[in-house]
């Protein structure tokens, strides 16, 4: 019985702390292939490294400064959008590894990794809604 708790313990924790990174996939998937192109153009692991950090950090503060200057709400829609599908899709294969010897595969399946990734996309978009307004409200 303990060993059960066990696991359903550290299947929600592991759950709190994977959410906690999917909402930030489109920084990682960006400093991820600025760092493998710049190990493949010849670079060393520091120089991928700083590369990698700098490409997240920029595509952040990208979608931050169109949340800020930007006065059309379809253009603020649009960046919150391209954040959050990644979001969306890391969401969809988090719950999919999670749940898929836990469920037939079918339609529920389907249907329970579909909302949580919708619920992961519009967290993401929420999380970065709010970091926006509060960097451009002072």
Known sequence: MSLILLAISLTIAFCIFAYNLAIYALPFMVGLSAAQYVWGAGGGILLSGFSALGAALISIGLVIAVLGFAKNPALRLIALAVFAVPAVIAGYALVHGVAKNAIDPGLMLN??????????????MVNLNALGVSLFSR
């Not at 249907?111 to 993401?124: E, Y």
């Open 111 to 124: 249907l329970l990794c579909g909302s949580a990734g919708l619920f992961i996309g519009i967290a993401a």
